[in-house]
């Protein structure tokens, strides 16, 4: 496996971004490593909250929520997926599947090693941290799902859904910075746009944001629809608490909170949260808002 690493002066003076790096290695599934960056705010012995971004964002995306969640007293784990952010970039389209991305995230959280969590998801982040919670329950204290779902293939696929998946393709250049742009209700500031395109200072690096699409099962053979499958019959038992906190204006995954509510235990009595003005992107449009609505819901108990 071919690895390829942004270069750390791609990652200089970003806006409203004061966090320190921290890197663990961990198992390519190839005999090698890889080298996965995240960041840790708050408190050490404080409530641990795992913040996972989906594409072709990274943990920047979370920079104004984590000062509401560590006020609150909150420790904020928030890595960078492999093939995004400061983390290593396999060069090959066909190094990344689905399985693959589910394991490098375990092996990251098994090396971490937090427990008691109180996951945050979104997009990607939502397909492969509820595959996590899945595979060890009882890692999880409790989820915030926003703007995401764990597709199996069976099911109708919407339009936004596939013109986003044709347009990742096709386009000659993938303006990962103006795609995050485009998932938001608020125009970002260009610096805001430049610190998104960071990661990628050229198409050789963009392999895993080029292939994300491809991932998501849209077929009952899928590759990953049966693993899937599994992981609901996992959460169809997940009594601990689950919030849904989908915002109003996103069309990719809207109404997807609706099998949430209906299928996982946890749901039960948990108010139904929609924040109002926000995108696909809604760390990037209500951070602050959605930030409140996750340190109330680790307040509840």
């Known amino acids: 496996m071919e690895i390829l690493r942004t270069p750390d002066e791609r990652f200089a003076a970003l806006p409203d971004f004061p966090y320190a790096p921290h890197y663990t290695e961990v198992d390519s599934g190839d005999g090698g490593t890889l080298r996965m ?54 060069a090959e389209r066909g190094d990344y599947t689905y399985a693959r991305h589910v394991a490098w995230l375990q092996a990251w959280l098994d090396a971490v090693g937090a427990r008691d969590l109180t996951l945050v998801c979104q997009d990607w982040g939502g397909l492969l941290g509820l595959r996590l919670v899945a595979a060890d329950p009882d890692r999880f204290a409790r989820v915030v799902a926003a703007n995401t779902f764990l597709p199996t293939g069976d099911g109708r696929i919407g339009e936004a859904f596939l013109a986003w998946q044709r347009f990742s393709q096709e386009v000659p250049v993938f303006p990962a910075g103006r795609i995050v742009n485009s998932g938001c209700t608020t125009d970002l500031a260009p610096d805001v746009v430049a610190a998104y ?3 990628f200072p050229d198409e050789a690096m963009k392999a895993g944001a080029r292939q994300f699409p491809t991932l998501v099962p849209t077929s009952p053979d899928d590759p990953a629809a049966a693993a899937n499958r599994a992981a609901w019959d996992v959460l169809a038992r997940f009594d601990r608490p689950f919030l849904c906190a989908f915002s109003d204006s996103d069309p990719i995954t ?14 039960a009595g948990q108010p139904n949260v929609t924040v109002t003005g926000g995108g696909h992107f809604l760390q990037e449009d209500r951070g602050p808002e959605l930030a409140r609505i996750v340190a109330d819901f680790v307040a509840a108990g």
Do not use: N, Q
């Open 197 to 199: 395109d960071a990661p």
């Open 37 to 90: 960056h995240h960041l840790d705010e708050g408190p050490t012995d404080g409530p641990v909250v795992l913040l996972l971004h989906g594409e072709p964002s990274w943990c920047f995306l979370y920079r104004h929520m984590i000062p509401v969640l560590t006020d609150a007293g909150l420790r904020c784990l928030a890595p960078d997926l492999v093939g995004f952010g400061r983390s290593d970039k396999p």
């Open 254 to 267: 809207a109404g997807s909170d609706r099998a949430l509510r209906e299928r996982i235990p946890g749901c």
